[in-house]
Structures are given as C-alpha cells and as structure tokens.
C-alpha cells in the first residue's frame, strides 16, 4: 500500500502531459481549419504527425506503464479506480500500435483533409478515393493489433462511444428506421399536399449575424471568456476546459444556417465548458462519447432553439439586429421557415430535424459495408447514390451532394457518423427526463433565460464525465433504457400533427 | 568515412524534428496573441511549456549527439560542415540545460505576457516586477550553465545575433549616439521653429485599411498562399517558409500606423518566405539574425515605404479607397505625414525614423546595468524616466508609455532591442548597395514594381541563410564594415535639409 500515495499522482502527472498534447493538438486541428495558408498544408502534416508521435510516446512511456501497475497493486477503489481502468485500457491498446503508423495516420489526415476539400469542389470522388483507401487500410491494421481483427467497424464505433458497436447500434437503428420511414413518409405527403413552402430569407448582413450568433450563443450560458467564435467551411467545436472554440459559416441569404449551426455547436461547447477541469485529462474530466455529446448539441439546436418560446424571446431581437431584411416576415412565417421540413434534401448538414437521422442511416449502412468488405471504394459513388435514392427518395446529381459532402472519412473518423442518430436519441430522451424535472421550462425560453436547463445538464450530464458509457448514463439521466421510442415522440408531436 | 553517408542524413532527420517543434511553437505563440481567449492564459502556458520540454528532448538526444559525432568524424566539408558546426554549438548549449529551467522559462514567459499586458493597462509596474525579476534570474542562471558567467547579456544578445555581444553592439552605439544626438537636435529645432504640424488622417474605414495593408504587401512580394495578416495588439511576424502570418492593429485615426506596420512585419515575412525552404531546420535555412531581419522590415518600412517614389504609385490607390477622408488633404501633406518627425515622442513603436534609435540607446543602456547588477528591478523605472528625460528630451507620465510600453521583457527576451537599431545601419547599408546595382529603383517604385528590389535582396541576403554573421554579411554585401556612417547620412539626407 506505501506506493499507492506517490503512484496515483505519478498516474496523475503522466495523464495530464499526454492531456496538454491532445489540447495542443486540437488547436493545430483548430487553426488548421480556420487559418491555415493554402500553401502551407504539407507543413501543417508534418507537425501534426509529429505531434502524434510524441504523443504516443507519452501514451506508452514506460513510466506511465510502472504508475499504472503501482496503482493496481495498491488496490486503489471508487473513482480513483474508475480513473485507473481507464487508463489501463488506454494504455494497452496504445501499446500495441506502432508509432510508424500513429505518425502515418496524422500525417494522412492533414492531407487527406486538404485533397477532399479540393476534391469536394471540384465534385471529383477519384481525386479523394486513394485517401479513403488507405484510411481504410490504417483502420483494418489498426484493428488486427489490437484484437478487433474480425470486427474493425467495432472498433471504430468503440473509438467514439466505448460500450458501443455496430451490432447495439444496428439494433437501435432498426427500431429508429421502422420508426422514421413512415413518419417521414407521412410528413412528406403532407408537406407535398400543401405546397408548403418556407418564407426566402434573403439579403442577412453578416456582421449582424455574428453579433446574433455571439449574443444567443453567450445567452445559452457559452462562456466567451473562455472561448471564441469564427468561421470555418464546415462547423465544428474544438477544445475543452478553458479554451473551447465554436465555428460558423455565413451565408447572407441563409442566416438560420449560421445561427443554428453556432446553437448546435455551443451545445457541444457548453458541455466542454462544463466538464470537471479539476479531473482534465482523465476519464472523470472528459466527455462520456461523441453520442452524449451530440445529444447536447441536439437538444439546444432543437428541442431548445426551434421552440416557439424561445422564439418568444428572440424574435424583437432578431427583428431588431436584421430590421430591414425581416420586413413582411410575420412571426408565423418566421417560425414555419425555423422548423422547416423539406423532403428531398441530399445535405447531411443541411437536413432538417425530421429527414436527418435518415442521413445517419444511410452512412452507418455503407460503412458497415465497406468495412465488412462488402462495398468497395471505388463502388462506393453507386451505392451511395442508390441509397440515396431508397432512403431520402433522391439520387445526388454529383459527388459533392453524395459521397462527397462530410469532412470526416479525410479524417479517417469512420463509425463517428452514428454517434450522431444516437444522439438525436438521446436528446429527446434527456429533453423529457428535463421537462418533467423542470416544470415551466417554457416560460424560461420565453424571457430569454436558459440557467435552469443549463445548470441540470451541467448536473446530470456535464459533470459526470466518462463515468458511464451512453446506455447507463441514459438509464440513470432518465429511467428508461437508450432506445428510438422518445425520438419518434419528439418528431410526430412537433411535425407530424399540424404545425402553425 | 562509410559513416558519413548515413550520418548526415541522420543529423538531417534530427534538426528536423527540432525545427517542426520550433514552428509548432511559434503557430502556438501567434495564437497566443491572436485568438487566445482571456481564460485560457494558464493552459497555454502549460502547452508552451511542455513542447518546450519535448523541444529540449529532441535537441538533446543522444541519437543527435551520435549523428554530429558521426560528421564529424567523417570530416565533412564546405556548406555541410557549416550546418554540422552551427549544429554542434547549439547541442553542446542544450546539453548544458537542465529541462526544468527550460520548461520553467517557457511556462513564465506565457504568463508573463498576460500579467505584462494587464500591468500595461494598468500602469502598474510592481505587478510586473516579479516576473521581470524571475526572467532576469533565468537568464543569469542559463549564462552561468552556458559558460557566459560574469557575461550574461553577451549571451542575451548572442542568442539573437550570433557572434555579437556588449562591447561590439557598444562600440558602434557609441558612433551612432555621437552623430545622431546633434542630427536629432538640429532637426527637432527646425521642427519647432517652423512649427511643422502634419495633416490629421481621421476616420478611415477598418476594412479599407486592411485591403489596403494587404494589397501593398501583396504587391511587395508577400506571398498570401504562404501567409496571412492578422490583428494583434503588439504587431508582429512569426513563421518561415510556407507558413508566415504578419499582423498589425487598426485605428480610424491613424491609418499610416496600420499600413507601415504591414510594410514592416511584412519585410519580415519576406525574408522568412526567401529562405531556401530546402536547408529548413538547419544553419543555410535560418536567418542570419535578428539584426540583419531588422534591416528587411526596415528597409521596406523606410527606405522603400515613405520614398516619394512608393507615394507615387501608392497614393492614386490610397485615394481611391479613402475618397471621403482624405479629400482635402494635398499630395505634400500626405507625404509630410508619411515623414513626419514628432520630438518628444515616447512610444518606440510609434516614433519617427529619426527618433527611433534613442529609445534603442535607452534600452540598451537599462539592459546593460540590469544585467551587471549596477541597476535593480525597483529602480528600472526612475532610470528609464531619467534616461528618457536626457535622451528624448522628456520624461514618460506613467509607466504605460515608459517603462511597460514593450512586450518583449515578457518573453526575457533581452538582447533583443539592439538588433532594431543595428537592423537600421545595416538597412541603410543595404540599401546603398542596392541602388548602386540597380539603376533607377525609384522609377520601378514610381510603377509599384518591387521584383528588383526583392530579386536582389533574396539573391544577396535571404538565399544565404546563416552562413556569415551580420558583420561578414554586411561586409559582402555592400562591401564596407557594418557603422553608423550610412544610416546617418541617409538620416540627414532625408531628414536634415528642407523637407518637401
């Protein structure tokens, strides 16, 4: 037992660099996407993959191996115990991989991030397919070392959501599709029926867009003392603790885009901000997995910021900030163009609450098949399209509205895509647990305050870190297992009946 | 000798690996200055201070030791052995280093320049105090592990300008002091006799002047593919190669300060973007030092920048995107604004050519006694008003433009004030030398072509690497020894007589 007073802070200390670099690397990731010269691209690789090898080097130094066993042997228990088999399962598959290739990996996806980009625009999916290869390849490899051999899609779902692989989530997604199809089906006919068509929002300035997008994001409870907001070709959030970084885009004939897409991103970066910093580096101080994660984004873009009390408050101020351009709008227009449901639509970013988890099926679909061998690369466009066709009842005209259109397989993320569907289930599952803890929740929204809501995710979720995986911190937040049942709920109540 | 066919390539590999740390690091600085939100102070300065330690690692493994020892052997020879020697003095420096005081410097510098900026605001010295008094302390303590004992400010500026130290930098501060201080009275007299006020330049749109800052720089050589400019409030340039950022600040009051601090940083930058990109990392791909960068930004800033020649091609362009300010202001008054010589003036960054080198003499002076312990950290602040009052002619009201106005104590990056005024001898030397190779530079300036300049610039200065030191480059490039003698000329000749 005499070690374990110096063996849980060594652990400690050696968590933490290993922490320091991935923050470092999530800048570099961050200015990648933000700031980055053109030119400057094969540099940024370099780095990166430099980074990555240190990095590693950190994740399997022999000192942290020693920690590690000093710290089992002194039979450590509660949460410092969770803290050890964390980094226990860390450490050993860190490991078995070779450096060459966690190097290789980082360099291919800087890269790899510029050629789709460039492939993206030029709607040309041979220019990115030897990308995706060898993704593929590094993901096969990396599985076959670290015993997932037969199963490398698991382990790329596992990556994200630990607790999770492609046969939960198959079964979870059955339930949803059985759900969805008809619903969306319905809602289509209707929507088709009426000629609904949303209001065109035209001619938004856009540095009053970003003063709107900073004014919501901040009233939410985003803290910009301890974060930014800029602009990006596609949205992300990056960073935690101290340093949380939103990303928008700006669209003057668009201007819900840029401020859904900053509610949606804030989510992600409220629950960063939230996490435990005392625990940084450590699974009590980091987020649960990337399905938790998008449920917070999910439930302030949706349940939250499509509501009509929410719009309550926010209309005089939008009304306000884009005076002439909302001219002729009426509320009711303005609230139909917010909760717009547009059948047909082929962008995954773009697509409604009601088509969207559409989108998620069709890749989780095609990822399965591909990892299992099933679907090649170069088939990949085909079956993309065809799916397309089956699922959303639209065939893409070319690569940059199909295949094309998501940054992450350039990052080698793959099984990251689910994480998003479980979310949206999530979201309406916490959404209810919230509602029913918080009577008049409502009438929060409705002044513009968000403190009550806020502060029970900060309890239920945010301060939780990786204390459960998805399923068990679904059952504790809302006594009901992880399923499709509240999702479906959520979306035949505000779509499915007649909406205003 | 079968050694050294691997050997050098090993080395090669291994100053790599520093130099991609050593451009990690800066992209982490600028975001430092650029991006950081106020929260997030103490984890850069964790960040910065861990990749400080892994920067010490790396340079001093025993694998790099091997590799010198390995060329060493193999007794290589012409531009190799150079890049093995330069090589072999910085291992042997490092090795002397113990990590902690290396992270430690790193961890103070960042936060250092977050209570610098707040001490700044607030006019408050003694809440700078203790972290100027600990950066003194680690320079003193590094001299004496580097073998500089009783000599740590030779060691400040040899680590800036390799193969200075007190007494050259000295000797040549007293030629210059010995002609500029009569040339500053004359000309101040004339000043005030004549009661020469320049034009106010007020209310000029940000984003013009940004356009403008950027398209001058552009037109200059500055290679946007390979850059950026951003907004700082200390401007500066950071990077090489591919990967340059320049920044500058913006008033509606002062569009000149906008536009030639761009022209400065941007000098920089192009020395950094002329580089052989092919040598990065090692001797033959780094600047000479920081006096010979100084005298690149200085010579476009002044030489080229406030020329009657530049204004004739700049100014239709000015006008066109500031119609509405400058209407009323004549071509003479604009050009005495560009040239304007302000006595009394205490901010460095904001002085006048002619001025500009007292405040250098100042601070070389402070330094100096700081260092030989003749002046203690309490008392920096009575001296530097004293000096100022016998220098400048005037004594500073409050430490915010005395002894806080500059950031670089912050970072203890002392030694490095003399490399401005030296960068302005050697400009002016340079650019003698370059209007003697080429006949009629004033009228490519006339046309807002550049490409002479550059071309020649690059051929003479930044192809060179460190090959020599500011002496021999200067020597070779204009064929005199580095002095005062040039810059005074060209001080008077544009400063001395009538002005137009």
């Given at each position: 037992?005499?070690?374990?007073?110096?063996?849980?802070?060594?652990?400690?200390?050696?968590?933490?660099?290993?922490?320091?670099?991935?923050?470092?690397?999530?800048?570099?990731?961050?200015d990648e996407q933000v700031n980055l010269p053109p030119g400057a691209a094969a540099r940024r690789g370099e780095q990166l993959s430099l980074l990555a090898e240190l990095t590693h080097a950190e994740a399997t130094a022999p000192a942290l191996g020693a920690a590690l066993a000093n710290c089992e042997a002194a039979g450590l228990a509660g949460e410092v115990a969770l803290v050890v088999a964390a980094a226990r399962r860390d450490y050993d598959r860190a490991v078995k991989l070779p450096v060459e290739l966690v190097a290789e990996k980082a360099r291919l996806s800087s890269e790899a991030y510029h050629a789709w980009a460039a492939a993206r625009a030029a709607r040309d999916f041979p220019a990115f397919a030897p990308f995706l290869e060898k993704h593929l390849a590094l993901a096969r490899r990396e599985a076959?070392?670290?015993?997932?051999?037969?199963?490398?899609?698991?382990?790329?779902i596992d990556r994200h959501d630990p607790g999770l692989d492609a046969v939960r989530v198959g079964a979870l997604f059955a339930e949803l599709r059985a759900g969805l199809v008809p619903l969306v089906r319905r809602i289509d006919a209707r929507v088709q029926l009426r000629g609904e068509r949303p209001v065109a929002l035209r001619g938004f300035d856009i540095e009053a867009q970003r003063r709107v997008a900073r004014m919501v994001t901040a009233r939410l409870g985003f803290d910009y003392d301890r974060g930014r907001l800029d602009v990006s070709l596609h949205p992300f959030c990056e960073g935690t603790g101290d340093d949380v970084r939103l990303t928008t885009r700006f669209d003057p004939d668009n201007p819900l885009d840029s401020l859904y897409s900053s509610i949606h991103e804030a989510g992600h970066g409220l629950y960063e901000q939230g996490l435990p910093s005392v625990h940084a580096g450590t699974a009590l101080g980091v987020a649960a997995g990337l399905a938790v994660h998008e449920s917070q984004s999910r439930l302030w873009e949706n349940q939250v910021a499509r509501s009509r009390a929410f719009w309550t408050w926010l209309e005089p101020e939008y009304r306000a900030a884009f005076s002439g351009s909302l001219a002729g709008v009426t509320a009711d227009a303005l609230h139909a163009a917010v909760n717009e449901?547009?059948?047909?639509?082929?962008?995954?970013?773009?697509?409604?609450?009601?088509?969207?988890?559409?989108?998620i099926l069709l890749r989780f679909e095609l990822e399965k098949r591909l990892f299992a061998g099933d679907l090649a690369v170069?088939?990949?466009?085909?079956?993309?399209?065809?799916?397309?066709?089956?699922?959303?009842?639209?065939?893409?005209?070319h690569a940059g509205e199909g295949v094309l259109q998501d940054v992450h397989w350039s990052g080698g993320a793959f099984g990251y895509f689910p994480?998003?569907?479980?979310?949206?289930?999530?979201?309406?599952?916490?959404?209810?647990?919230?509602?029913?803890?918080?009577?008049?929740l409502e009438h929060d929204f409705a002044r513009g305050e968000f403190g009550r809501l806020l502060g029970w995710l900060r309890g239920t979720v945010h301060a939780q870190g990786r204390r459960e995986d998805a399923f068990a911190l679904t059952r504790r937040a809302t006594g009901a297992e992880l399923g499709a049942g509240a999702l479906l709920e959520y979306l035949n109540e505000r779509y499915g009946r007649e909406v205003g």
């Open positions: 037992m005499t070690t374990s007073y110096s063996a849980y802070p060594e652990l400690l200390a050696r968590l933490r660099r290993i922490h320091v670099l991935g923050t470092l690397t999530g800048v570099l990731g961050w076959e070392l670290l015993g997932y051999g037969g199963r490398p899609y698991d382990l790329a449901v547009a059948p047909g639509g082929l962008i995954r970013v773009d697509a409604d609450e009601v088509h969207y988890n559409l989108h170069a088939d990949l466009p085909q079956a993309w399209d065809d799916l397309s066709g089956e699922l959303l009842g639209r065939r893409p005209a994480s998003y569907a479980l979310g949206n289930m999530i979201a309406a599952q916490l959404w209810g647990a919230a509602r029913a803890a918080l009577p008049g």
